[in-house]
Every structure is written in structure tokens, then in C-alpha cells.
């Protein structure tokens, strides 16, 4: 099975720069798209990132996503943090043999 | 404007079959390339994609659960329904329904409705 792990929580303080990481199991990361999504408490999954590395309209650029090859990683970045930020975030992508994946999320909490 | 809603019952009992109705707006899933796609969160959990139709009634299965789903559209193309066999509490959760585009994006969500499995 193909899967995506992400860790389980990161914190960071208000106006500091946080990176969440989306690693896949097997193959290459790169061979399919990334996309990442916000989820406040209480309410449906946003997108923030998708195509890897594009915004929709309405994201601050604050966000910013990227692919390593290396570590067979996608990452998501968010500077500036806001309290506002403070939600799960979801990797996601696609595998020819389990077809579309998400990652376990990460809780983001600004301090 | 986009929108999609999830409505069905909000308990089931175990082994029971449910059934979930998406209803949407703003698009046609006549048009190629446009997919409607359910996808679930247990509580506190991450989400699983469950079951996809595309426009082309092409239907796709989450491989763990293909055995007790069944997702299929209306004649009208307003509606996307997903049936699951043998409900067992495990199945608890929030079933979304999506719109996917361009293959890989999830790019508008209905609100969610909750289910919840129990005798």
C-alpha cells in the first residue's frame, strides 16, 4: 500500500516560519501531483496548495509548497504564522494502485 | 458558484446498508474531466477516500473497501450516490463528498454529514 506519513503535530510561535513534511512509502513523490489541504475544527477541508507548489486564489502567499526528490518528500510552508493558521493539514496524491491518497495530517498549533 | 451537499441517515445499525446522497450545483458532471468523489473522517482521525464516478461513468473504489460500495449518478447529473454494505462501528465518521478536477484535485467540499453506527 501506498502511503503518505506525515508527523503528527507541530507548533511554532506567531509570526515564525513552520515547514510540514508529506513523505511517500514507495516510487518516486515527484511522478504525481501534491496537493495540500487546511482544516479548521468543525469544518471541510480548504485548499492551500495544489500542483505541488500552486495557490489557489484567496491563499495568502505566506504558503508555499515544494517537492524533494532526494527524501521523497513534499513539503508545506507557511511563514508569517497567524493564529488564524492554527488547523490539520492534509497531504495528499495519487498511486496508480491505491489512487488517491492522504497523509495522516498534522496539527498545527501557533503558540 | 460551486456547492455540493451530503444528506443521509444520521444512525445506522450494525450490518446495515447506507446510503449517502451528494447533490450539487455549478457544474455538470456530464462535462469531461469533472469527478465527484466521496471521502470519510472517523472522529478525530484523518481523512480516506472512499469512492469516485467521473463523467464518463467511470467508477473507481478505495481498494480496502471496494466489496461494500457501490457509487453511482442520477440521469439528471445533479446526484451522486454512495451505498456501503455491513455497517459496522468502525464506519463512524464524517462523509464528505468532492468535486475532483483535472484528475488529482479536490477543489470544492460539501460540508459533511455525520454517521454514526451503533445498535
Known amino acids: 500500500n501506498f502511503l503518505l506519513t506525515q508527523p503528527h503535530s507541530v507548533s511554532e510561535s506567531p509570526g515564525k516560519t513552520v515547514t510540514i513534511s508529506c513523505t511517500g512509502s514507495s516510487g518516486s513523490i515527484a511522478s504525481n501531483y501534491v496537493q495540500w489541504y487546511q482544516q479548521r475544527p468543525g469544518s471541510a477541508p480548504t485548499t492551500v496548495i495544489y500542483?505541488?507548489?500552486?495557490?489557489p486564489s484567496g491563499v495568502p502567499d505566506r504558503f508555499s509548497g515544494s517537492i524533494d526528490s532526494s527524501s521523497n518528500s513534499a513539503s508545506l510552508t507557511i511563514s508569517g504564522l497567524k493564529t488564524e493558521d492554527e488547523a490539520d493539514y492534509y497531504c495528499q496524491s495519487y498511486d496508480s494502485s491505491n489512487l488517491w491518497v492522504f497523509g495522516g495530517g498534522t496539527r498545527l498549533t501557533v503558540l | 458558484q460551486v456547492t455540493l451537499r451530503e444528506s443521509g441517515p444520521a444512525l445506522v445499525k450494525p450490518t446495515q446498508t447506507l446510503t449517502l446522497t451528494c447533490t450539487f450545483s455549478g457544474f455538470s458532471l456530464s462535462t469531461r474531466g469533472m469527478c465527484v468523489s466521496w471521502i470519510r473522517q472517523p472522529p478525530g482521525k484523518a481523512l480516506e477516500w472512499l469512492a469516485l464516478i467521473d463523467w464518463d461513468d467511470d467508477k473507481y473504489y478505495n481498494t480496502s473497501l471496494k466489496t461494500r460500495l457501490t457509487i453511482s449518478k442520477d440521469t439528471s447529473k445533479t446526484q451522486v450516490v454512495l451505498s456501503m454494505t455491513n455497517m459496522d462501528p468502525v464506519d463512524t465518521a464524517i462523509y464528505y463528498c468532492?468535486?475532483?478536477?483535472?484528475?488529482?484535485?479536490?477543489?470544492?467540499w460539501g460540508k459533511g454529514t455525520t454517521v454514526t453506527v451503533s445498535s
Open positions: 468532492a468535486r475532483m478536477v483535472r484528475g488529482f484535485l479536490f477543489d470544492v
Open positions: 500542483e505541488d507548489s500552486q495557490r
